[in-house]
């Protein structure tokens, strides 16, 4: 009989969709870029896609109450964007949802259909903290990351409750973009426990790997992640992303590829002679593509808990499930950041390297900077203002805008800005 398995398993998905503007002039205004798609053309593709992506917002929800339903016990990571989050607020609010059909159904409120998941099934989905807008943490002024964090916090309180925001207890940093090895760093990872978190997900490129490791022994572990800096130290849990099984993930990677891959992970690992089940947590996009409109969800998640009773060498858990069950007391291992740093496409190269990004990045520190001189003294009639205004430039951190490093994002970026600027108070 088997009394610990060889691997734990676990799905992650990311959500996330940018604010954007729409219309010119005193017509124009900035809504979600999920909610201008399904305002496209009729017969467009652009509003074909937003009603299977608006589907994927719905699909976890969806599919662990029916399976939970059946007696089955999925198990599911998920993190969503504070401004997307909000965007399927007002779209389950507004009738949009509602009067939209996909296969002949209407979305419905997707927002409540989360919420009763979180409330009956709290065992079977664990969500993590991001980042309010998305923003790409090392390339945005230190000086906003709390309200950053914070601002999605409150988010997710209003919509899910308190009690849901206490199992809340990992962190997705938006492109899993980590800070390089300093004092900096250091204050990312100190602010981020301020905030609740015990723990955070990286990329494998973001740590040095110990010559001796082989990627089991660094991505399918949870490690103690230890940063020193000018005489100050500080430490965090750290899971790590499954690069290989994320890429599968997203491109349609069946229940069979997924065990198969487990079994193999927790017996390379079991090797080396550790005593704790390997950790597989694969995480990607949850709409874009269309294995993850379409196929994901009834042809990979589904079966992977229906056939559950055929691989009894995999165990589904939760990240802090895993962490309360296997590792009590915390791990023995630690691993360091890499000196640059890293996301899970690499490097930091697509959010800071170019013409535009790095001006849009120094029209966004400005503002910033103009914010936080404008909290000096400000008088208490300028209260209200400063709050929009700080609001504000918290969506003009959104990451989008200077990743794709095209004419129409750029202008994007510099309309928030401009609108963002009208909302500081006058002196």
Not at 63 to 77: D, E, I, N
Not at 242 to 260: F, H, L, P, Y
């Amino acid at each position: 009989m088997i009394t610990k398995p060889l691997a734990v398993f676990v799905p992650w998905l990311h959500m996330h969709q940018p604010p954007i503007w729409v219309g010119e002039g005193e017509e124009g205004r900035l809504i979600g870029n999920l909610e201008k798609m399904l305002h496209g053309p009729e017969n467009s593709e652009e509003r074909w896609n937003a009603g299977w992506y608006a589907r994927a917002y719905l699909n976890p929800a969806h599919y662990v109450q029916r399976l939970s339903a059946q007696g089955y016990a999925p198990r599911l990571m998920l993190d969503y964007s504070g401004v997307l989050l909000e965007e399927l607020d007002k779209l389950s609010h507004d009738g949009t949802f509602a009067n939209y059909h996909v296969q002949g159904e209407p979305l419905g409120n997707v927002i409540a259909q989360l919420r009763k998941m979180l409330a009956e099934y709290p065992e079977a989905v664990e969500f993590a903290g991001t980042a309010y807008s998305h923003c790409y943490f090392p390339a945005t002024p230190e000086r906003d990351h709390e309200a950053q964090i914070m601002e999605w916090r409150a988010v997710f309180a209003e919509l899910f409750g308190e009690k849901a925001l206490a199992r809340v207890r990992g962190f997705w940093l938006p492109e899993m973009g980590m800070l390089g090895d300093g004092i900096e760093a250091l204050r990312l990872v100190r602010l981020i426990k301020k905030c609740g978190y015990e723990w955070v997900i990286l990329p494998a490129s973001a740590l040095e790997r110990p010559a001796d490791w082989s990627t089991v022994q660094l991505e399918n572990q949870v490690h103690r992640l230890v940063i020193a800096a000018e005489g100050e130290g500080e430490e965090i849990l750290c899971v790590v992303r499954d690069t290989e099984m994320g890429i599968r993930q997203q491109s349609g990677q069946n229940a069979d590829g997924c065990i198969g891959t487990a079994r193999q992970r927790g017996a390379a690992l079991k090797q080396t002679n550790t005593q704790t089940p390997a950790l597989v947590v694969p995480t990607s996009d949850g709409e874009n593509g269309n294995v993850m409109m379409f196929e994901f969800f009834p042809n990979g998640f589904a079966p992977l808990f229906e056939n559950q009773a055929h691989w009894p060498e995999v165990e589904f858990l939760t990240v802090s499930q895993y962490l309360d069950k296997y590792l009590p007391d915390g791990p023995t291992s630690q691993v360091r950041l890499a000196a640059g740093g890293g996301s899970w496409i690499g490097g930091h190269h697509s959010w800071k390297a170019g013409e535009r990004r790095v001006q849009v990045l120094e029209a966004v520190e400005q503002l910033s900077r103009d914010v936080a001189q404008a909290r000096l003294g400000a008088s208490p009639r300028d209260e209200w203002a400063l709050e929009q205004a700080a609001h504000a430039l918290l969506v003009c951190e959104t990451s989008c805008y200077v990743y794709w490093d095209s004419e129409f994002w750029t202008e994007q970026a510099y309309r928030c800005l401009g609108w963002a600027r009208t909302l500081l108070p006058t002196p």
